[in-house]
C-alpha cells in the first residue's frame, strides 16, 4: 500500500472536535458520512452536539417549505448549545447551497454558511472558523450548468494503490455515523429533469454516475462494517450510467454485481422514474436474488394534464400498465410513491383521476404532499394557482384515501412469508420491529415482531405475517438466516 496512506504521526496536540447533524433525504446522510471521513482523515474527533464540540456542522435540507423550517429550527437550537459550550455553528448542505448569503444575513446565530464547494477543505473551512476567520458566506450559483461537487472523487493521495478495483478508498471517503444494519450508497450526483416544480437541479447540478467498480467497492467496505442492506440513492436512479461507457443499462448489470457483494444480503434502489421504467431495469429488480422486488417511483401524479404542466410523462392508464408488468415478475413486490397535489390548475377532474388511479394501483406506500411554490421554479410562475384552503382540503382527501387502501394492501399479506431486517431490538418499552423486502428505511411501513421474539438488531429473519395495524405488518418469527461471508478481499473480487 502506498505510504501516502499511512495515518500522520501522532499530535501533541488535542484534535479539534466536531459534531454532524443530519437532515432531510438518504443523500444527505451519505454526504455527512463523507464529511465525516474528510473530517477524521484530517485528524478531527467525532463527537456528539451536546458534548464539548470546537464545532457543531449541521447538514441542512432545502427541498420544501417545512424541511426548511426544519433546518433552521435545528440551527437554532444548535446554537444554543454552542452558547453553552463555546463552540461554532457551520451551516452546510442544500438550504446553506441554495440560499448562502441570504441565509447568513437572516440567520446570524451561525457563524459559517459554507457552500458544496468548500467540502474538500471542510476541515480548513472549520479551523478557520473556530479561529475567528470565517469564510465570507457562500454565493448561490445556479448549478445546473456545473457539475456537482462530490465529495467522494478519488483522493490524490491515493492514485497509485495498486488493490485491484479499489478506486474508491474508504478509510479516507467516508466514515459511518451510526451502526444501523442498513446504509445508503451513493449511485449518483446532481438530476437533468426539468420538472416544473422541483429546485433540485438549480443547487444539486447536473447528473453525475459514479463509476461501478467505485459503488460495488464502497458496498464491500459496508459489508466489513456490519452492513447488510443498502440502499442506492440518487436524485433519479434511472438515469445512472448515460454519462458512462454502456448508456443507460449500466444499472441493469451494476445491480447484480451488487447482490454478489460479501456481507451484503439486500440491495435497494430508490427513486425510479417511471418513464424510464426500461423492461431489462424491471426485470433484473424484480427477479434477481439480492436485490430487492421494490419499486420506488416517482409518479407524482396521473392525470396526464397535470403530469404535461409538471413536465413529466405517463398517465392513469401508463401508471397501472407499469404495476400490472411489475407484480406480473414479481407478485409480492413493494411499489411505493409520492404524489403531488393542488398543483396549478389542478381540477375536480384530476383529482378523480389521481384517485381512481390509487384505488386501481394498490400501492404499499404512498407519501402525499400539498403543492407550494419553491424559488426559481417554472411552476411558480404559472397561473392557476388554488387557494390554500382547496389544496389543504386535497391533501386530507387524498390521504385519507391512500392510509385506507395502504391498510387493504398489508391485509393482503397476512399469511405470507417475509424476510426482515431487525432494525431495532426489544426492551420494555419498544416492540421488536424491522422491515421487509418491500418497507424501504422510514418512509414505508415496517414488520412489528410478536413480543418475546429474542432477535437482534441486523438479524435476518424469515417470518410470516400474522395481522396488520394500518400499514405495518404484525410478524411471527419462523427462521433466523445466516449472514452471508464477510468480504476478507478486495472490492474487484466482488463482482
Not at 462494517?225 to 449500466?250: F, M
Not at 405517463?314 to 407484480?327: A, I, N, P, Q, T
Not at 381540477?347 to 426559481?376: C, H, K, N, P, Q
Not at 390521504?399 to 417475509?418: P, Y
Request: glycine share 8%; net charge negative.
Amino acid at each position: 500500500m502506498s505510504e501516502s496512506l499511512h495515518p500522520p504521526a501522532p499530535s501533541t496536540e488535542a484534535p479539534r472536535r466536531a459534531a454532524l447533524l443530519t437532515l432531510g433525504c438518504a443523500r444527505n446522510e451519505v454526504d455527512s458520512e463523507e464529511l465525516a471521513g474528510r473530517l477524521t482523515g484530517s485528524g478531527w474527533e467525532l463527537v456528539e452536539a451536546d458534548s464539548e464540540a470546537d464545532v457543531i456542522v449541521v447538514n441542512t435540507c432545502g427541498f420544501v417549505e417545512q424541511a426548511k423550517k426544519d433546518s433552521i429550527d435545528t440551527l437554532l437550537a444548535a446554537s444554543d448549545v454552542a452558547r453553552e459550550n463555546g463552540a461554532k455553528v457551520v451551516a452546510v448542505g442544500c438550504l446553506a447551497e441554495r440560499y448562502g448569503a441570504e441565509l447568513a444575513e437572516s440567520l446570524p446565530e451561525a457563524d459559517a454558511v459554507l457552500g458544496f464547494d468548500a467540502y474538500p477543505e471542510l476541515a480548513e473551512r472549520l479551523g478557520d472558523v473556530i479561529g475567528g476567520h470565517a469564510p465570507a458566506p457562500h454565493v448561490p450559483v445556479d448549478r445546473r450548468t456545473l457539475l456537482p461537487i462530490s465529495p467522494v472523487e478519488r483522493p490524490a493521495a491515493a492514485a497509485d494503490v495498486a488493490v485491484p478495483g479499489h478506486a474508491w478508498v474508504p478509510n479516507l471517503a467516508r466514515t459511518r455515523l451510526s451502526d444501523a444494519p442498513v446504509a445508503p450508497l451513493k449511485l449518483a450526483s446532481g438530476c437533468d429533469r426539468r420538472c416544473a416544480f422541483c429546485a433540485i437541479p438549480s443547487f444539486r447540478g447536473a447528473f453525475v454516475s459514479r463509476p461501478q467498480d467505485d459503488v460495488v467497492a464502497e458496498a464491500a467496505w459496508l459489508g466489513t462494517q456490519g452492513v447488510r442492506e443498502i440502499v442506492l440513492v440518487s436524485e433519479n436512479s434511472t438515469s445512472y450510467g448515460k454519462d458512462l461507457p454502456g448508456g443507460t443499462r449500466a444499472l441493469s448489470r451494476l445491480l447484480p454485481r451488487l447482490a454478489n457483494v460479501p456481507g451484503i444480503d439486500r440491495v435497494r434502489v430508490s427513486y425510479l422514474q417511471p418513464a424510464e421504467m426500461r423492461p431489462d431495469l424491471l426485470q433484473v429488480i424484480a427477479t434477481t436474488p439480492g436485490v430487492a422486488p421494490y419499486f420506488d417511483l416517482s409518479f407524482q401524479h396521473a392525470s396526464a394534464s397535470v403530469l404535461r404542466r409538471m413536465r413529466r410523462f405517463g398517465s392513469r392508464v401508463d401508471f397501472l400498465d407499469l404495476c400490472e408488468r411489475v407484480r406480473a415478475l414479481a407478485p409480492e413486490a413493494g411499489i411505493r410513491s409520492n404524489v403531488i397535489v393542488g398543483f396549478p390548475g389542478e381540477t375536480e377532474e384530476d383529482v378523480a383521476e389521481l384517485e381512481a388511479f390509487l384505488i386501481g394501483a394498490r400501492l404499499d406506500a404512498v407519501g402525499v404532499f400539498g403543492y407550494s411554490d419553491e424559488d426559481g421554479t417554472e411552476a411558480a410562475g404559472y397561473d392557476g394557482k388554488l387557494p390554500a384552503e382547496v389544496v389543504a382540503a386535497r391533501v386530507s382527501r387524498i390521504s385519507a384515501l391512500a392510509d385506507e387502501l395502504m391498510a387493504q394492501r398489508a391485509e393482503e399479506r397476512v399469511g405470507t412469508e417475509v424476510e426482515v431486517l431487525v432494525e431495532a431490538a426489544e426492551d420494555e418499552d419498544f416492540e421488536c420491529t424491522g422491515r421487509a423486502a418491500h418497507q424501504a428505511p422510514e418512509v414505508d411501513g415496517e414488520c412489528v415482531f410478536e413480543r418475546g421474539s429474542g432477535l437482534e438488531v441486523g438479524d435476518l429473519v424469515r417470518a410470516v405475517v400474522v395481522g396488520t395495524e394500518g400499514a405495518d405488518l404484525v410478524v411471527s418469527p419462523r427462521e433466523l438466516l445466516p449472514r452471508s461471508a464477510l468480504a476478507m478481499v478486495g472490492a474487484g473480487d466482488a463482482g
